[in-house]
């Protein structure tokens, strides 16, 4: 009776896992900052041209507007990745860009929606804070992947926020794109 009970245990545990996943885990959202040694006018550019994103953020290998004007409300281009071989299209729309202050982009993948938000505060005339939110929806098969990865995207931003920061204080792009 133990035995089958056991076996019962170990065969329910995969659908049990995926009913958890997909009943109760709710959407991912972290915050972090960074301090950058630059101006507000030479970071403002740089984020409000998108068009440069390969200059900081590994694996991209196009940038295409679609619709509207580049960094600007309602504009949506299409970003093409290579991440560890796997190619990715990202759908990027301006939500509102509100620099020097705040810009706030949404990203959209198979099964993944990204908010990223970017609110930039003056310490000094050459020292600035940004505080990057990251608010992450998912569906399908990314659902369950998503209750595995909060610690990989949390860990993919803090890269991002590095390579920007070493791109705004150097002017350096990214060697290996």
């Known amino acids: 009776m133990k035995k089958k009970t056991l076996i019962l245990i170990i065969l329910s545990?995969?659908?049990?896992?995926?009913?958890?996943?997909?009943?109760?885990?709710?959407?991912?959202?972290?915050?972090?900052?960074?301090?950058i040694n630059g101006?507000?006018?030479?970071?403002t550019m740089v984020l409000n041209?998108?068009?440069?994103?390969?200059?900081?953020m590994p694996g991209?290998?196009?940038?295409?507007?679609?619709?509207?004007?580049?960094?600007?409300?309602?504009?949506?281009?299409e970003i093409k990745i290579n991440s560890e071989g796997n190619d990715i299209?990202?759908?990027?729309?301006?939500?509102?860009?509100?620099?020097?202050?705040?810009?706030?982009?949404?990203?959209?993948?198979d099964g993944v929606y990204n908010i990223v938000t970017h609110r930039l505060e003056v310490l000094s005339n050459n020292k600035i804070r940004i505080v990057n939110i990251q608010?992450?929806?998912?569906?399908?098969?990314?659902?369950?992947?998503?209750?595995?990865?909060?610690?990989?995207l949390r860990n993919q931003s803090r890269v991002y926020l590095d390579n920007f920061k070493n791109y705004i204080e150097t002017r350096v792009p990214l060697e290996n794109k």
């Open 13 to 35: 545990f995969p659908i049990t896992l995926t009913l958890y996943v997909f009943l109760f885990v709710d959407d991912i959202v972290f915050e972090e900052e960074i301090v």
């Open 135 to 152: 608010e992450f929806e998912f569906n399908g098969y990314m659902k369950f992947l998503s209750f595995f990865m909060e610690n990989a």
């Open 49 to 56: 041209n998108p068009s440069k994103i390969d200059n900081y």
């Open 89 to 109: 299209v990202l759908e990027e729309t301006i939500i509102h860009n509100k620099l020097p202050n705040e810009i706030k982009i949404s990203y959209k993948a």
């Open 39 to 43: 101006n507000i006018d030479s970071i």
């Open 60 to 77: 991209v290998e196009k940038y295409s507007l679609i619709k509207g004007d580049l960094g600007k409300k309602g504009a949506v281009a």
